[in-house]
Each structure stands twice: as C-alpha cells, then as structure tokens.
Nanobody, 115 residues
Framework: QVQLVESGGGLVQAGGSLRLSCVAS????????MGWYRQAPGKQRELVAV???????NYADSVKGRFTISRDNAKNTAYLEMTSLKPEDTAVYYC?????????WGQGTQVTVSS
C-alpha cells in the first residue's frame, strides 16, 4: 500500500510563493506518474500539474508559467513550486501517484492566498 504525505501549504499574500512537497512510501515512486490536484470550496477537483516517470510535465492553463512540478526519485518526493500566487489559487491541494492503473491520493494540504 502506498501512502502519500503532503506538506508546505499555508497562508500567503497574493504575489507570494509556496513549495508543496509530497513524500511517497514504498518502492514504486520512480516508475509512477505524480500529480497535483486542487479543490476549492464549492468547486470540482481539478488537475494542476503532472510529471511522468520520464520527467515529462503538463500543466493546467491557469497555472502555466507560475507553477513548476518536479520530482526527486532518490527522496521519493514530488514538489509543486508555486509563484505569483493569486487568490483564486486558494484550495486544498492533493498529491497523487499513479502506476499500473492504480491511483493513490494524499490527505491534502490547504493553500490560502489573501488579496
């Protein structure tokens, strides 16, 4: 069973930055696709960014140029670097790990951007 633990959320002013981390248990991290989703109050969960085992990345249009997803296979950790944050980025951010048609989710970390 894979467990994901996110950290790094918090309260930040508009224009500020945060870095989220997601540590995965187990030994499959290096072959997994890692992703970050977010869910704002009253809205559906949406994909923010993904990174494949080979390092290819994809981003939601709303975060392109501001957010960067990365991974460190030696540390079983995925990151989401968020810059130029906007109030509309306020949400609970979830880390996901996908491998062999299985998807695992973290518990989420709150990001609040004040105007």
């Amino acid at each position: 069973q894979v467990q994901l633990v996110e950290s790094g959320g918090g309260l930040v002013q508009a224009g500020g930055s945060l870095r989220l981390s997601c540590v995965a248990s187990g030994s499959i991290f290096s072959i997994a696709t890692m992703g970050w989703y977010r869910q704002a109050p009253g809205k559906q969960r949406e994909l923010v960014a993904v990174i494949t085992s080979g390092g290819s990345t994809n981003y939601a249009d709303s975060v392109k140029g501001r957010f960067t997803i990365s991974r460190d296979n030696a540390k079983n950790t995925a990151y989401l670097e968020m810059t130029s944050l906007k109030p509309e980025d306020t949400a609970v951010y979830y880390c996901t790990l996908g491998v062999a048609f299985e998807n695992y989710w973290g518990q989420g970390t709150q990001v609040t951007v004040s105007s």
